[in-house]
């Protein structure tokens, strides 16, 4: 929907122009919500952040099984929210001392956002969001990791009826751990890629395509089914409201209820679309509450790993993002969900997407961002693993015959109108052994794509590359890591990566040979990655990760180079730029491999590079154990919550219990439920025609229809809810540098590089050193992202009764840190800290030798912290009072300076002019053209540098 109604600026009526300006998010004006509770209702009041503007949400609490939401869609003011809560408070009480249930309006719990709504056999349950921790920053939108939960009874005792088995359904709900690895942000949308939503802006209909373009990517081929041509039909009618053509003049019109770009000067847009609900894990929780309120009020949670660090570069900020997300089709975990479903959604499906940018600039819109998107899941086939024999390696069985691919074939159309082509395959599972096991999908996999390649056109045909990682890592004579980095190239070039703004002079100045056979899309405003690479083993979880950080690595370097920070798309491995992308995988390969296989990574990448001591194969073996013990054992538990969770069973009164089910596979395979499609699909044409048609763009990013789902908001630059300054500086707040998230995220120089105070060591993260940081590997620590949940699921990990609503926590304590080696015995004091002369080049041990002037300097510096206090002790422990006093004039350029008030001092219009010059670079970067004397500085530096 377009949320123009309400808006408090609205542009001209004019002629459909290219923009200038591309639309920024828009931020959420609920992010603080406090729940008030009476006897009938509960009230659920959200605000901003600066708590200037309130909305108020009405729950009913005397309906025992149904779930009653008003939602007034009004906007109030501080004084107005007061004024209605005084006015319900009175409203609810006694009238006389002796009835019951007049105790007026009770604040109850203090939240950051609303998970959802859920009921079992009883009423309805409200899950809000109680503690938060800031992960990563992209643009100015924060992203927030979920800390704590509370699960709230919506009805009032006089009404709820009560059954035995609800307590049990909670119990088995509460065993998915909202406060390990699930995600969400008030401005930014996690569950679509960068690409996505900074190439918003050429698919937006107020800016967007012409009508010719809307027919030539959407309209079907004549001999279509009567039900595509009736959704054709529809869109048609849809596309000619919006614009009309003129037979006369050609001239495109453009309807009044659809906004124009040619705003005012300092108006914005603000867009929110529509989640890709395949990665939110609440939209289960959302499904009866989300059309009924104000869309501010919705919040899309996704499940995997986010984690940022700084790779600073000459003081220069280089923020790298890692984000995984976990689709909800088909999920569950390692043995009970294996393969395909019918649908053509595979196990153990995570989208991983590295997000490189320079940090010096804020906005999305100004910035220079880049993106690689890669992608993991099962092999698509109907296969299963027999888990009832209890040994560690079940033999793996084809579970039905698909000579015409037709589950290979949805996946991968899937894939292609997500992510465009080529898809790339890459295939580590074994291809011989003795007996087979792993071969058995391998050989059935090469005849689903070789079936399939035949309907493709030959620019578009899926990709296949197979390498047995396992037989090359056990041989002595191979490079596991250096046959990896030469298949990552190839496959980097081919897909391309995402960049936006337009390219730099010195990449054009000096072109790099590996540039010049880069794939994708090249445009004058940036680069677009199309097509993905898929890799799979049998879990998708050790050798996965080893080839996911190894591709990852080589199109790390394409992108430093093309933000200038490299001469060269080449990284070497000893970097400490390359240590930070590696624990960034190490922590992400643990996350992903908890939350599906039940232990940490068996073998991580330190162990296919050969370089993990023996100490680590101990390890190995506990993660081994681990792995088994919770397949074994908790592996069904888990899967029972996670279908509960999301939704794939819905208890109801009189129908079989969750744990009375012998399988689950109906719940995740329909046509098993007699669900069959109307229509059969063609054995040659398994691809949808729109998606062929888009290739190699993505049909999602080509023809989508931004109006559906979508919240459009226009302001001025002062509207707080697309300012992304006011939202990332917050200057209504007190803050400290101490507790910003920026000064504790993990820095290349402070927790990589070794002895960073030494004049002589090289601060630049691309230099190759055989020597760590503190925070190095063997530090026995993680040193980024949030610590992995434990395999064991809490009994109970939210609480109805807690009403403390618990600030972000930005310190770094949240994350233990043991600085300490696991390997090492004994530690001295020397190697936690450095000495005095190691830190400031100057020893205060042996006072003698010190110089007469250093030493009365200090001497005084020591008097004048005792003569500070009015009392002192004597030798004898008597106090007394101090005849001599120090006192201190303070020396300022304020004229009043207290802690009271100060008045500034005044500045002059040349440094005022500084200053609104490196606030403007800022926000908009590097937008003033460029004067002779500039470029001819440039060329003496470039030509100095590279004759």
Not at 89 to 103: E, I, L, S
Not at 453 to 462: T, Y
Request: proline letters at 5%; glycine letters at 6%; hydrophobic letters at 35%.
């Amino acid at each position: 929907m377009l949320d123009t109604e309400k808006d408090p600026v609205r542009p001209a009526k004019g002629k459909v122009s290219h923009p200038a300006m591309r639309p920024v998010p828009l931020i959420s004006s609920v992010q603080r919500i406090v729940l008030y509770e009476t006897k009938a209702r509960f009230f659920l009041v959200g605000s901003n952040n600066r708590e200037t503007k309130f909305r108020v949400l009405k729950i009913d609490r005397t309906e025992p099984k149904e779930l009653v939401i008003i939602d007034d869609k009004v906007e109030y003011t501080q004084r107005e929210v007061r004024e209605l809560l005084s006015m319900l408070d009175v409203g609810n009480r006694a009238t006389r001392p002796a009835q019951k249930g007049g105790a007026g309006l009770t604040r109850t719990v203090s939240s950051f956002g609303i998970v959802g709504f859920v009921r079992f056999l009883e009423g309805y349950y409200i899950v809000l969001i109680t503690k938060r921790r800031r992960v990563a920053i992209l643009g100015g939108h924060t992203i927030y990791k979920i800390e704590d939960t509370s699960m709230i009874y919506i009805p009032n005792d006089n009404v709820r009826h009560a059954h035995p088995d609800e307590s049990r359904y909670v119990k088995i709900f509460q065993n998915v751990d909202l406060s390990s690895n699930f995600y969400f942000s008030y401005s930014y949308d996690l569950t679509h890629t960068l690409q996505f939503n900074l190439t918003a802006a050429c698919n937006f209909l107020p800016f967007g395509r012409t009508t010719k373009q809307e027919k030539q990517m959407d309209s079907g081929d004549e001999d279509d089914n009567q039900e595509e041509e009736d959704e054709e039909r529809e869109e048609e009618e849809i596309k000619d409201h919006v614009f009309e053509t003129s037979e006369e003049s050609g001239d495109e019109k453009i309807d009044d209820s659809v906004p124009n770009i040619e705003v005012e000067k300092g108006h914005l847009c603000g867009v929110q679309n529509s989640p890709e609900y395949k990665f939110v894990w609440n939209s289960h929780m959302l499904g009866k509450f989300e059309d009924r309120v104000h869309p501010d009020w919705r919040m899309s949670i996704i499940h995997g790993f986010c984690a940022q660090s700084n790779v600073c570069v000459y003081g220069r900020p280089v923020f790298i993002t890692l984000i995984a997300r976990r689709s909800i089709l088909f999920a569950g975990t390692r043995f009970l969900k294996r393969g395909a479903n019918c649908e053509g959604q595979v196990a153990n499906e995570v989208e991983t997407e590295q997000i490189v940018h320079d940090a010096s600039v804020l906005t999305l819109g100004s910035g220079r961002y880049t993106a690689y998107v890669q992608m993991r899941g099962s092999v698509p086939l109907y296969w299963s693993q027999d888990i009832t024999t209890m040994m560690p390696k079940p033999p793996i069985g084809l579970d039905l015959a698909d000579p015409y691919a037709c589950v290979a074939g949805l996946h991968f159309n899937d894939m292609m109108k997500r992510y465009g082509a080529p898809v790339i395959i890459l295939n580590l599972v074994k291809k011989r052994e003795k007996r087979k096991h792993e071969s058995v999908l391998t050989e059935e996999l090469v005849s689903a794509i070789s079936y399939l390649n035949q309907f493709l056109p030959p620019q578009h045909a899926i990709q296949y590359i197979a390498w047995d990682m396992a037989r090359f890592t056990k041989s002595k004579n191979v490079n596991v890591m250096e046959r990896l980095g030469e298949i990552a190239d190839r496959v980097v070039k081919r897909t391309g990566f995402f960049k936006s703004g337009p390219h730099l002079y010195c990449t054009k100045l000096r072109p790099e040979e590996k540039c010049s056979e880069m794939q994708g899309v090249a445009e004058e405003s940036g680069r677009r990655q199309t097509g993905v690479l898929r890799t799979n083993c049998v879990d998708c979880l050790d050798r996965t990760n080893t080839a996911q950080f190894v591709t990852g690595k080589v199109a790390l370097a394409f992108q430093l180079y093309s933000l200038g920070v490299l001469e060269d798309p080449k990284l070497e491995f000893d970097t400490d730029a390359i240590r930070v992308f590696e624990e960034l995988f190490e922590d992400m390969g643990d996350t992903l491999a908890l939350q599906y296989g039940g232990s940490q990574l068996v073998h991580s990448i330190q162990s296919y590079r050969k370089l993990s001591p023996w100490t680590s194969h101990s390890r190995d073996i506990m993660q081994t154990l681990s792995r088994y013990y919770s397949n074994a054992f908790s592996d069904a538990e888990k899967q029972s919550a996670i279908n509960l969770f999301l939704g794939m069973f819905l208890p109801h009164e009189g129908g079989a219990n969750l744990w009375d089910l012998p399988t689950d596979y109906y719940l995740h395979h329909t046509q098993s439920r007699g669900d069959f499609p109307r229509v059969r699909r063609s054995y040659t044409q398994w691809w949808e025609l729109p998606v062929l048609r888009a290739l190699p763009l993505p049909q999602d990013e080509v023809s989508r229809d931004h109006r559906e789902g979508q919240v459009v908001h226009w302001g001025g630059r002062d509207d707080e809810r697309l300012d992304e300054f006011s939202e990332y500086y917050r200057p209504f707040q007190l803050t400290m540098f101490e507790d910003l998230f920026v000064s504790n995220m993990p820095h290349s120089i402070k927790d990589f590089m070794p002895n960073p105070s030494d004049p002589k060591s090289d601060p630049c993260p691309f230099a190759v050193r055989k020597t760590t940081g503190k925070f190095g590997f063997g530090s026995g620590r993680k040193a980024i992202g949030a610590t992995p949940p434990t395999t064991a699921a809490p009994e109970d990990n939210s609480s109805s009764e807690s009403d403390v609503s618990s600030e972000d926590d930005l310190t770094s304590s949240a994350t233990p840190i043991s600085p300490l080696s696991s390997s090492s015995t004994h530690v001295s004091f020397k190697d936690l800290f450095q000495t005095m002369k190691e830190t400031y080049g100057v020893s205060i041990n042996n006072m003698e030798s010190m110089d007469r002037k250093d030493l009365a300097v200090y001497r005084r510096y020591v008097m004048i912290g005792l003569n500070a206090s009015k009392q002192f002790t004597d030798p004898k422990g008597v106090p007394r009072a101090r005849k001599t006093l120090t006192e201190f004039y303070p020396t300022s350029a304020f004229k009043i300076d207290s802690s009271r008030e100060v008045i500034p001092p005044t500045v002059d219009k040349r440094s005022k002019k500084v200053y609104e010059d490196y606030l403007e670079l800022g926000r908009t970067g590097h937008t003033k053209p460029i004067t002779r004397e500039d470029f001819d500085v440039y060329r003496g530096y470039v030509s100095k540098k590279y004759k």
